[in-house]
């Protein structure tokens, strides 16, 4: 892997590239995706670089009709029915595409603002801080992480996250960093 440090994530031939010391060396930095980038890097590594992937699929154009599926819970508490088929639309969504957006879910926008600015805050800290919050079991309430399934997947996602788990008990304001705080 190249970077402006040499410290770093190692990278080596096809010939000798070892995965798993990899993925250990990325885990064990606990700086996620964001901290390779902070800490000068200047090439891919090898284990974000899916091999098998045919650049010549079918994606859905944004001009498809076919798109991304919105779904409206409008009314969702107060009708049993519409209840039960919004319920549908969730499913089918996320067996078809895995993701959705919902519109008209009783959620202020300025909490979802609030929210995004909280983890976008939570991201732009320094290493050391962000490193307070790492772990891989996902039963931590507050948790800092990359790729949940790291060791598991063919290849890592380019992606860091942020997790709460909100159910049955949602944590408490002191339980979140003091950046999400608010």
Request: charged share 30%; net charge negative.
């Amino acid at each position: 892997m190249e970077s402006s440090n040499s410290d770093k994530i190692p990278s080596g031939k096809v010939s000798d590239y070892d995965r798993k010391t990899e993925l250990k060396f990325f885990d064990d930095s606990k700086l996620g995706v964001k901290g390779l980038l902070d800490a000068g890097l200047t090439k891919i590594p090898r284990m974000f670089i899916n091999d098998q992937h045919k650049t010549h699929t079918n994606p859905v154009s944004p001009s498809s009709p076919e798109g991304v599926p919105i779904i409206d819970f409008k009314g969702i508490d107060e009708d049993e029915v519409l209840r039960s088929q919004i319920i549908k639309k969730v499913v089918e969504a996320c067996e078809k595409w895995g993701f959705f957006q919902v519109v008209n879910h009783g959620i202020p926008e300025s909490v979802l603002n609030a929210m995004i600015d909280g983890v976008r805050g939570f991201h732009e800290q320094d290493d050391e801080t962000k490193k307070v919050w790492y772990s891989r079991d996902s039963q931590t309430k507050v948790r800092f992480s990359s790729n949940f399934d790291l060791y598991k997947a063919r290849m890592a996602n380019w992606r860091d996250s942020l997790s709460c788990l909100m159910a049955p008990d949602p944590p408490l304001p002191e339980q979140l960093p003091a950046v999400c705080r608010q």
